[in-house]
């Protein structure tokens, strides 16, 4: 393993999930001066933590080892889909690359994904291996959430939302990934998830 190289890897892979060095530090359960050590060269992840990193970021032990990323892996990520909704028919619409979008005569622009502020995060409560989200988003004709969307590394699931209607969406359970909702007055919003127990029968462990 080059220290130098594996850093600069986890650098480029936390500002790829916009996090923080004291987010990821959070999530690890290590300091943010432990994180900024790694990502200068100064000293490299034991194993245990390794597998960690490799699981938030959604890539093998083997590229964090290496210090790069191949180009299949990183056209593969999924966390880079791109979102449309048009704003005369409200049709919803996603690209996995760079494209020109098109609806009800006009061109769509992709929509800038932007991390939820605490009062916004949905909430979320694992009950019989699926999650159950729920929101007191306001849900009137001018004001509500269109969409919510899982995203993993190789998945996308997407769940319709229409106002006043109160927001309450199953999904099958996963432990990482990215929770992204739409709402007509904020944008497009997320919340990365990354859980280290699985749930038991009755929820969370």
């Known amino acids: 393993m080059d220290p130098i190289k594996t850093g600069q890897l986890i ?42 990193l490799a699981a938030l970021f959604e890539v093998s032990m083997e590229t964090l080892l290496r210090g790069e990323i191949t180009e299949q892996e990183d056209t593969g990520n999924m966390k880079k889909l791109r979102f449309y909704v048009c704003p005369d028919c409200g049709n919803i619409l996603t690209s996995s690359a760079d494209a020109e979008v098109h609806c009800c005569g006009r061109r769509l622009a992709p929509l800038t994904p932007q991390k939820a502020a605490e009062p916004d995060l949905l909430q979320m409560e694992a009950v019989d291996g699926e999650w159950y989200i729920t929101s007191e988003h ?25 106002p006043e209607w109160g927001l309450q969406v199953r999904m099958p359970y996963f432990a990482r990934g990215r929770l992204l909702w739409y709402s007509t007055r904020q944008g497009l919003l997320y919340q990365d998830i990354f859980i280290r127990r699985q749930p038991d029968a009755n929820g969370i462990k």
């Not at 432990?34 to 000293?43: A, F, L, Q, R, V």
């Not at 306001?138 to 229409?162: E, G, H, P």
Request: glycine residues 4%; contains cysteine.
């Open 11 to 52: 650098r480029r892979l936390r500002r790829r999930q916009s996090l923080t060095q004291r987010e990821l530090a959070e999530q690890l359960h290590v300091t943010d001066k432990t994180i900024s050590k790694w990502e200068t060269g100064g000293g490299c992840p034991d194993i245990t933590l390794l597998r960690e």
């Open 138 to 162: 306001a849900m009137t004709k001018d004001n509500y959430i269109a969409f919510v969307a899982c995203l993993t590394d190789s998945s996308l699931l997407l769940c319709r939302q229409y």
